[in-house]
């Protein structure tokens, strides 16, 4: 069944539930489902209201357009999608290959309800990874500091191109600029170990078994300004002991990888996610 859904976020107040719904319902569409939540520390009211599209008997830029008018004087800011606009994904890697693998099986076997169509990367070593899959590959290099700034606007040019809605960083090791972040505000997920900001550089895991830490885990967040600070979509964990060596730790960090930023990816694609500030919002 085909869909409309509307993310909400304004400020609470009184009536919100039964105007919002009485608004919908006026114009003959059946809730499919509603979830809300209150933020009672900043007085902020979130919905997550999704409906039968087959309901719908006007133009989309109608309905939009009435919406904007019904909640102006609210204070409502709000978003919608139709899931039967696929969103255009691009996936920025460097060598590591677990992420990307696991996001291409995931989208073949149609977990991910998504198109994808280029693969980006510093380096050319996970070339083979796309061809196997079919996408698109372009090997876009850093030669030289110099020319990071002209690599970044490389790198945007061929997501304007492809009319990219999300970018996802799996395990791209390349830090992005101020001004990228901020034009995809949002639209940028990252993916990495959950030590940070402790044991940072190259071999983290090796450092947390010399420090004999006890549990390991990954964190995705939208990519920000900040580098690894951004608002958290999906973290999870792992209890390890005295007996995992740096190798057995790094295996199971790359698993535990692929499987948050497969659910933050996957979270996204659904719009279940309320960006708050630097906190998100995700309705289930």
């Known amino acids: 069944m085909e869909s409309i859904v509307f993310l909400i976020q304004c400020p609470d107040q009184k009536g919100l539930v039964s105007q919002i719904s009485t608004f919908f319902y006026e114009r003959g569409f059946n809730i499919l489902n509603c979830q809300e939540h209150v933020d009672i520390t900043q007085n902020q009211y979130f919905m997550r209201i999704k409906l039968d599209m087959s309901d719908l008997k006007t133009s989309r830029k109608d309905l939009e357009g009435e919406f904007q008018a019904f909640g102006e004087p609210k204070g409502l800011n709000w978003s919608v999608f139709y899931t039967n606009q696929l969103s255009r994904v691009a996936l920025l890697v460097t060598k590591a290959p677990h992420c990307l693998y696991d996001i291409l099986v995931r989208h073949e076997q149609n977990e991910l309800n998504c198109e994808i169509p280029l693969i980006i990367s510093n380096h050319p070593y996970l070339e083979s990874i796309a061809d196997k899959f079919k996408i698109p590959f372009y090997c876009v290099p850093i030669k030289s500091k110099g020319e990071r700034a002209q690599q970044e606007q490389d790198v945007i040019n061929l997501l304007e191109q492809n009319h990219i809605d999300l970018i996802v960083l799996a395990r791209y090791m390349q830090i992005l600029s101020k001004g990228f972040t901020e034009a995809y505000y949002g639209k940028i997920i990252n993916i990495h170990h959950a030590f940070l900001p402790a044991f940072k550089g190259a071999n983290p895991y090796k450092s947390a078994y010399e420090r004999g830490v006890k549990m390991i885990g990954a964190t ?26 740096p190798l057995e730790l790094s295996q199971m960090g790359a698993d535990i990888e692929r499987i948050v930023l497969a659910r933050a990816v996957k979270a996204h694609l659904e719009h279940q996610v309320i960006i708050n500030g630097n906190r998100t919002v995700i309705f289930k």
């Open 220 to 245: 995705a967040h939208y990519a920000t300004a900040e580098l690894d600070a951004g608002p958290i979509i999906e973290q999870d964990v792992l209890r390890v002991t005295h007996k995992n060596i």
